[in-house]
């Protein structure tokens, strides 16, 4: 027999805040919006695309990649310190995910820097706008990202770093999907 | 073998980031390897989803979150197999 008195739906085992979801959903639907407009434009320019993508630097997405995907894992372990009140251990977590994120932008700048002495910029092939663009809109939340860390990391206490680790998940999230569209799909 | 698991998840991620760069390196990029290698991203993206935010507690959302990266797939697949 259905129990009526209770309450239980589907939001109660949403894990984190519901609007925290919110925002992860709408994120990658933006993303997935513009990954589903780059591709559709290369279908339009496939020689443009394969020879836009033949200077980009996949290794280096690659580094990221590792790189955001352990920053992920710290973040994970902080929320894990943080629940399990042990604020030394979520701080020098929540540390470990900014350093990695700090890292990712370094190599991030390194590859604009590179592209930039090519002389290739925004305009130089719609494929370059569509780079610039994603991966750049995804380095601004990378920044974001780092700085809301940092600053659930002064008043270390669970739901705060449940909530900001969300938000760098998504990050991580957005960046697994941008790679292999944009650096290795031929 | 790791039992916990987040560094499961951890180790699983790299390992799956390793195979992408692997098979994007190993030659031209033809079409059935940039499906491979899209289908790794999105297995990445379902072990984010299932651990680092823990859906895989929540079977009814995780339902959802996967019903939409196989829409993802279906989409970009589409549009990839287009050219």
């Known amino acids: 027999m259905t129990d009526l008195s209770s309450d239980h739906g589907p939001f109660d085992d949403l894990p984190g805040d519901l609007m925290i979801w919110v925002l992860i959903v709408s994120e990658l639907l933006v993303f997935g919006a513009g990954l589903a407009a780059f591709l559709a434009v290369r279908a339009t320019d496939p020689a443009g695309f394969a020879s836009a993508q033949a200077a980009l630097h996949p290794a280096a997405a690659a580094l990221n990649t590792a790189v955001l995907v352990t920053s992920g894992f710290a973040a994970a372990l902080a929320t894990w310190a943080s629940e399990a009140e042990r604020p030394a251990a979520g701080r020098l977590w929540l540390g470990a995910a900014m350093a990695f994120g700090v890292v990712f932008l370094v190599v991030k700048g390194f590859e604009y820097a590179d592209l930039a002495q090519q002389g290739i910029g925004v305009e130089s092939h719609a494929a370059f706008t569509f780079y610039y663009l994603l991966t750049g809109f995804h380095a601004a939340h990378v920044a974001a990202g780092v700085l809301i860390l940092g600053l659930v990391a002064i008043r270390l206490r669970p739901y705060p770093v449940e909530t900001a680790a969300a938000f760098w998940h998504m990050v991580d999230l957005v960046w697994v999907l941008l790679f292999p569209v944009i650096y290795l799909m031929g | ?83």
């Open chain 2, 1 to 83: 073998m790791i039992r916990d698991p987040l560094p499961r998840a951890w180790a699983l991620l790299i390992g799956l980031s390793l195979l992408s760069a692997a098979l994007a390196d190993w030659s031209d990029p033809g079409r059935l390897t940039s499906i491979l290698i899209l289908g790794l991203g999105l297995a990445k993206a379902r072990t984010i989803l299932a651990t680092y935010l823990r859906l895989a507690g929540a079977p009814f959302w995780m339902r959802g979150a996967d019903w939409v990266l196989a829409l993802v797939e279906v989409l970009f697949l589409g549009l990839y197999i287009v050219v």
